[in-house]
């Protein structure tokens, strides 16, 4: 059995990974230069391969990271049991950039991506993108509607930036073009949420109505509450170590100064009778927010609680943390707790 020094592999990963990055964005230029131009997959590994003076398994590595960033024009598809890759087209505008983009469910369709989320992002979850067939764009979507829909978003998201040098995802702040969350909490505190946390919904004034009976809303960010199950038997509210997410409300509110707030938890109580409770409270400002308890009683055993939209007339950065109680000192506890911006719809 062949044993390899741990240390010493990392070390190589880390350094192949460094690698493929560095290489992202020459690697999108070849494909741009060819625009319109398909090459099944073998072909495209040896074109960069040959571009990019690099072996055919750095260049497939390279290809690999281009196809997989969901805001990246260079796309793949198969047809006749061959992948194709390339830039089907691209077009360049004065704050965002748009393709033809391909999913494996949905086809062909239309997607415009807001330039200068790319610029900030440390990967494509945070970057804000309309796509014909997602939310209320059906399909069939114009690029006014796309184009009228982003600009919406850079008003509201990117208020002082009066020039934008439009490039597409593969230069993300990171140099990463792979998926992931990006978590605003301490320490990251001007980060925000605009990633897809719940049912396909994309935390952004781009998002689908969201109405829970009473209040209608569009989604402008979501975010997870830390210290995932975590849990407390104490009958008065126990705030919960590392639950922390740290935002400013205003950078969210609507032109006419309105945002709301919803919690959603998936919450559990150990005894036969008694409730488990949740709710968000200020660190700063050493209150809770009123309307965001939720609940769920023991005869539901995991359950889902809802609070519903609340008003959140905060003003500046807080760290709102996630508390816990029981009715019966039984233990309670929670394995995740979503937080939801909107706007009124």
């Known amino acids: 059995m062949t044993q390899l020094d741990a240390a010493a592999v990392l070390e190589r990963a880390e350094s192949e990974r460094k690698h493929v990055r560095s290489l992202l964005r020459d690697a999108a230029t070849v494909f741009h230069e060819r625009e319109g131009d398909l090459f099944p997959r073998p072909e495209a590994v040896a074109l960069l391969a040959e571009e990019l003076d690099s072996s055919r398994e750095t260049a497939d590595r390279v290809l690999s990271g281009l196809v997989g960033d969901a805001v990246d024009p260079v796309v793949q598809l198969s047809a006749d049991g061959e992948r194709n890759v390339g830039v089907i087209d691209y077009h360049e505008h004065e704050f965002w950039y748009g393709y033809t983009d391909y999913h494996d469910i949905d086809g062909q369709r239309k997607k415009g991506v807001c330039a200068q989320c790319v610029a900030e992002a440390s990967t494509d979850d945070e970057v804000v993108y309309v796509a014909e067939g997602e939310g209320e764009f059906t399909e069939g979507a114009t690029w006014d509607a796309i184009e009228a829909r982003l600009q919406t ?48 919904m994309h935390a952004s004034d781009l998002a689908p109505v969201y109405d829970d009976g009473s209040t209608k809303c569009h989604i402008v960010a979501t975010e997870r509450f830390g210290a995932e199950g975590s849990s407390t038997s104490s009958t008065g509210y126990n705030t919960i170590a590392n639950s922390d997410i740290t935002f400013n409300p205003d950078d969210y509110k609507d032109s006419d100064g309105n945002l709301y707030c919803r919690l959603y938890g998936h919450l559990k109580h150990w005894d036969n009778s008694g409730t488990t409770y949740a709710r968000m409270y200020r660190q700063n400002a050493a209150s809770s927010v009123n309307g965001t308890e939720i609940s769920v009683s023991a005869n539901d055993g995991w359950g889902v609680g809802d609070s519903g939209w609340t008003s959140l007339n905060d003003s500046g950065y807080d760290s709102y943390h996630l508390q816990l109680k029981t009715n019966d000192g039984y233990a309670g506890e929670y394995n995740s707790v979503l937080l939801m911006l909107g706007v009124p719809a």
């Open 153 to 200: 978003h850079f008003e509201r998201a990117h208020p002082t930036v009066e020039a934008v040098d439009v490039q597409t995802g593969a230069t993300l702040a990171s140099g990463s073009t792979i998926a992931g969350n990006a978590i605003i909490h301490t320490g990251n505190a001007s980060a925000k949420a605009d990633a897809d946390m719940v049912d396909g």
